[in-house]
């Protein structure tokens, strides 16, 4: 019954748009092709390429010019929280990465040059027969001048600076009462850690760092651009999701490198070999995604199996790191961020794949709730332990190298 009246409908308006006049019939023709344009359809309208997810049911987007596409970015339909979980993750990363570029410790242009190990051993020598504090006062002088024109070398750590200073003093200085002579020998101990321990922060290589945020960062806009433009046309959906796989295995991949580069830093066979691994799994992931057939629906579980097991894949470096360093707090503190980013990746795959909730309420969670936006928020979450993890690794290894 409701079809008939659809149908006595449409010939009305078909037999309307003919007695216009011949200039007003593609304005109306035009401007009926506008509103459907705008109009939010059912699952079951959608052309074959748009269908994904039989469970949400309303509030699609198809096929829509390019202007009304970009404008949806500020307007109620089924991707709108797709676009924007992302989209903010990737203000986030963006605001991370220019703090953390701010936070690199400065070596000061004079210190540059300085061969710590020289002043450590000119301590060790030194200090010990030193019988007055004019002759601690020569040594400061001369360890001075010494740090802007010796070659610098791999340095001791500042605590350890300290602990020379303390124990090296004479022990008449040390053990003496007079108020002054003491003041005075802080004092001395004071300015030459000053002086010499800016040195011994030399700030290591920031560039896997910085290529795990520039990961995260692609990931992020790429899902958001694919959410908000592959309603346009079959070819740019194409285009979209190809980009949205290579930017989860540009996550996944580039989370391996500040875990493997900083955990092996000292062992270059094992973090080149590492660092290779991973960029090949990652390159031959996002290649296999190229393939037309990994975009059907039906190898929905297979994507995020392949994913998943990309990401299983670090579980060989996590254990080795902790083989090597398990002595070490840091190695325990990184282990277990890592341990929850993979959890959070683990959930947030096992909630795309299984379409939980609206598989359970088909209808329910069209707007807000489905499996896809669980996952996006457990990916930037999951990335953002990562990003904690990181910084863990480089306060480590910039205080003690290797």
């Known amino acids: 019954m409701a079809t008939d009246e659809s149908a006595k409908v449409g010939q009305l308006e078909e037999r309307e748009g003919k007695r216009r006049p011949w200039f007003w019939r593609g304005r109306w023709r035009c401007s009926r092709i506008v509103k459907n344009y705008h109009q939010l359809v059912e699952y079951n309208s959608l052309p074959a390429y748009l269908k994904d997810n039989e469970y949400i049911l309303r509030y699609y987007r198809s096929e829509w010019p390019i202007r ?34 701010t936070q690199v410790p400065k070596v000061p242009d004079v210190l540059r040059k300085a061969d710590l190990q020289w002043v450590q051993s000119e301590l060790m020598a030194c200090l010990p027969s030193l019988p007055h504090l004019s002759d601690l006062n020569k040594l400061k002088e001369e ?65 896997p760092f910085y290529t795990f945020l520039g990961g995260a960062m692609f990931c992020l806009l790429a899902s958001s651009m694919c959410h908000l433009l592959s309603c346009h046309s ?20 580039t989370s391996f ?28 992931t996002v290649a296999f995604s190229l393939l037309p057939v990994f975009q059907s629906p039906e190898y929905r579980t297979m994507r995020a199996c392949l994913f998943f097991g990309m990401g299983l894949s670090g579980v060989i470096p996590v254990l080795h790191k902790l083989v090597l360093f398990w002595h070490r707090p840091e190695a325990l503190h990184t282990t ?57 690794y480089l306060k480590w290894r910039d205080l003690e190298g290797c």
Not at 143 to 172: D, G, V, Y
């Open 257 to 284: 490198y500040p875990p493997v580069y900083y955990s092996f830093m000292c062992h270059p066979v094992f973090c080149n070999l590492y660092l290779t691994m991973i960029t090949i799994l990652g390159v031959a």
């Open 336 to 392: 277990g961020y890592e341990v929850l980013m993979g959890l959070l990746y683990g959930l947030g795959a096992l909630v795309y794949a299984t379409r939980i909730p609206e598989r359970w309420m088909p209808g329910k969670f069209d707007l807000a709730g489905h499996s896809h936006q669980l996952f996006h928020v457990l990916v930037v979450a999951g990335a953002y332990t990562h990003y904690h993890a990181g910084l863990v």
């Open 68 to 101: 009304q596409t970009l404008l949806s970015i500020f307007t109620i339909h089924n991707e709108t929280l797709n676009v924007w979980t992302h989209l903010i993750g990737f203000f986030l990363f963006l605001a991370l990465t220019i703090y953390t570029a």
């Open 143 to 207: 360890i001075r001048s010494s740090l802007s024109s010796i070659k610098m070398l791999p340095s001791i750590s500042r605590w350890r600076l300290l602990e020379l200073l303390s124990s090296c003093m004479p022990h008449r200085f040390t053990s003496n009462s007079n108020h002054t002579n003491i003041n005075v020998l802080r004092s001395m101990k004071d300015d030459m850690a000053n002086m010499i321990a800016p040195a011994m922060v030399r700030p290591i290589a920031r560039w």
């Open 234 to 253: 079959r070819r740019v959906a194409y285009i979209m999701l190809r980009l949205d796989y290579a930017g989860i295995a540009a996550l996944i991949a």
